[in-house]
């Protein structure tokens, strides 16, 4: 539970300087913007402001940064990289990864992938992550000679809340308060807004951007519209609106590299008389020098035709070949290719706000995004050249620190508009899905639906929160339950339950449920311990409209069924009391309707497919219409005793 506020606690009115940070899967940087403009913070004057996300534990202490990396091939099991890839997630998640590191990463509490040192120590990715972190405070402590305590700190876009908190907790375990989490593509898109030269042209008006980032663990894409104050406007708000997101959160330069690995691995197995496949088979040292030797070939390849490859396999053997452009080309090609389908989702999304409009510019993030095949496709798929005048490694850190500016009261006149990447709901009776808070919903958001039970008696009430597109609960992802519990015994439909989505500036989900009559309140903050691939949002989207018009038949006959029940019930009840009082065609009537909407409820029950809806709902129309002599009779008996 959070800390209550006090008035001191609140963004703007603190003298302390709040930073903003790239907590990234390759490199991490640290930046603040002040009056001299946002720049990154190296802590020294010969000091590399980029630090590898690189953490060795050894006996002595933790080492973190470029002598971790460098060194890494000789430690391989103390000398954790690429830890975001595990934040939040279970290890069933971060499977397809563990072929490829050289530490060991064992399930720790809820299935959550956890660190495991030879020493017997384990880890969670928030304490790993959190070594980065202080490295990253002390830096901007010794360049700005006072206490660094406060930060935005960058996330990907399609990061679910349960690596959201994850980051907040790092920084917490760090010593650092996590003032806000920004998505990395939006923090790009403030640094392209604000410090550029793009604050100088209030003449060029409102513009449509993309930002493909993609990093060394994620790839985001976002279309934002930028919003400059008109030029005579003094005390102006630019507007930085993000229109729709869309992502995976296992794509990245990892994966160049994990591809690349398995291609020479496979070439050394066969030298050594292995199976060319079973990359698990050669010792971990050699797999971590595979991996160095693999990032050092993705990065000359990005301006050369060629990079050899000399690798001593011992007993005089030496592996020896050249990687050439085409063949990393070939690799990276399909991955791409799995970005820019998830450009066009993006696209299709912020169609409606676009207005048919162009892409006017389009930024590129993450070291990845230097490879040349990679900026020729995502500029011919937006049909604009690609911004690059923002170095890509360093364009979120200076992003962040924009934002950081802003609700340090530093920066006035900009506002920020964020999305939800996906839908949010809750279940239903029959396994429906009622979606309280749409995808590409601006955050923060917060939306209220009514609900009541379905059977006589209940006094628990279990909530399931859903996240998905489809309109059944078995379709989506469940991101967490919770129960409310003491409900006074009450009739079927008589509690009035309220429940509430709230969707924070961070995209963190809290739920909170009450039952109305009797006062009874439950929350939960939701943290799932899995992430969204691409491949399960794709699947998410193209089967929601795969399947759009079964999907909103079964959610109809759902609801049919379960309202039908709560009438049948309470007319039924009527009728046994009353039925004597009405007149013999008004009786049989009603009885007929009431046996014809069991038999609408008992067939839809077993199969959902084998009734027509709207006869179903004629069905139900009819019996309603026929009972309501019955009702007024209850009426003037009710009146009657009293």
């Known amino acids: 539970m959070a800390d209550p506020k006090t008035p001191h606690d609140e963004p703007g ?21 002040d009056e001299r403009g946002p720049r990154v913070l190296a802590g020294a004057p010969d000091a590399d402001p980029m630090v590898p996300s690189a953490v060795r534990f050894d006996g002595a202490g933790v080492i973190v940064g470029q002598i971790a990396l460098d060194e890494a091939p000789a430690h391989p099991r103390t000398t954790v990289t690429s830890v975001k890839r595990l934040m939040g997630r279970s290890i069933e998640d971060v499977r397809p990864d563990l072929r490829y590191l050289g530490y060991e990463v064992q399930a720790g509490p809820n299935r959550t992938a956890r660190v495991a040192l030879p020493d017997g120590r384990v880890l969670s990715p928030e304490a ?16 700005l000679g006072v206490p660094v305590q406060r930060a935005v700190v960058t996330v990907p876009a399609y990061f679910d809340d349960a690596q959201r908190q994850a980051t907040r907790n790092a920084g917490r375990i760090a010593g650092l308060e996590v003032v806000r989490i920004v998505n990395e593509p939006t923090a790009a898109a403030l640094a392209y807004g604000i410090g550029t030269e793009r604050t100088a042209d209030r003449n060029a008006g409102p513009q449509t951007v993309a930002v493909y980032d993609l990093g060394g663990g994620t790839f985001d894409i976002s279309i934002l519209r930028l919003t400059p104050a008109a030029p005579d406007t003094a005390g102006g708000t630019d507007f930085f609106q993000v229109l729709a997101t869309a992502g995976d959160t296992r794509l990245g330069g990892d994966d160049i590299d994990h ?22 088979s050669l010792p971990v040292e050699t797999r971590r020098a595979l991996l160095s030797f693999a990032r050092g070939i993705k990065h000359r390849l990005s301006d050369a035709d060629a990079a050899p490859v000399e690798i001593a396999l011992g007993e005089g053997r030496v592996y020896r070949r050249s990687v050439t452009r085409a063949e990393i080309e070939a690799i990276v090609g399909p991955l791409v290719e799995r970005s820019l389908k998830a450009c066009e989702r993006a696209m299709r999304d912020a169609a409606r706000a676009m207005k048919d409009q162009a892409i006017d510019a389009v930024i590129l993030v993450g070291g990845s995004t230097r490879i040349p095949l990679v ?40 506002l920020l508009l964020d999305v939800i990447p996906l839908s949010l709901g809750v ?6 899905v009622a979606k309280l808070i749409v995808r590409n919903s601006p955050v923060p958001a917060r939306a209220m639906e009514r609900f009541s039970t379905s059977v006589d008696g209940q006094t628990n009430i279990k909530l399931n929160i859903l ?8 379709d989506c992802r469940s991101l967490g339950v919770f129960e409310l519990k003491g409900i006074p015994p009450m009739p079927a439909g008589i509690p009035k339950l309220e429940v509430t989505f709230l969707v924070d500036a961070n995209g963190v989900l809290r739920v909170s449920a009450v039952e109305q009559r009797s006062g009874k309140r439950a929350g939960i903050q939701i943290v799932p311990n899995h992430g969204l691939t691409e491949d399960e949002v794709e699947r998410i989207e193209a089967e929601s409209l795969t399947h759009a018009r079964d999907d909103m038949q079964q959610h109809r006959v759902v609801d049919l069924i379960t309202n039908s029940k709560l009438d049948l019930k309470w007319i039924g009840e009527r009728f046994e009391r009353f ?25 839809a029950e077993a199969d959902w497919r084998s009734v027509d809806a709207n006869a179903f709902y004629s069905a139900k129309t009819t019996m309603d219409n026929a009972s309501v002599r019955l009702q007024e009779v209850g009426i003037a008996d009710s009146l009657r005793d009293e």
């Open 13 to 33: 009115t603190r003298t302390d300087p709040i930073v903003g940070i790239d907590l990234g899967t390759t490199n991490s940087l640290v930046a603040i913007s």
């Open 427 to 432: 279940e239903t009776v029959g396994g429906a």
């Open 467 to 474: 996240q998905g597109e489809r309109e059944m609960a078995a």
């Open 128 to 143: 790993v992550s959190a070594e980065i972190l202080k490295d990253l405070k002390h830096r901007a402590e010794a360049e």
């Open 375 to 414: 900026r020729e496709r995502v500029g011919a798929f937006f049909g604009v050249e690609p911004y690059t005048a923002l170095d890509p490694d360093r364009v979120v850190a200076l992003g962040a620190a924009v934002q950081a500016s802003i609700l340090s009261g530093e920066r006035k006149g900009s």
């Open 579 to 603: 039925a004597d009082r009405l007149e013999p065609a008004d009786r049989a009537a009603l009885a007929e309707s009431i046996e014809t909407l069991k038999g609408f409820v008992a067939r």
């Open 259 to 280: 591809a690349i690995v398995s291609l020479l691995a496979g070439e050394i197995g066969v030298q050594i008389g292995r199976d060319a496949n079973a990359l698990e």
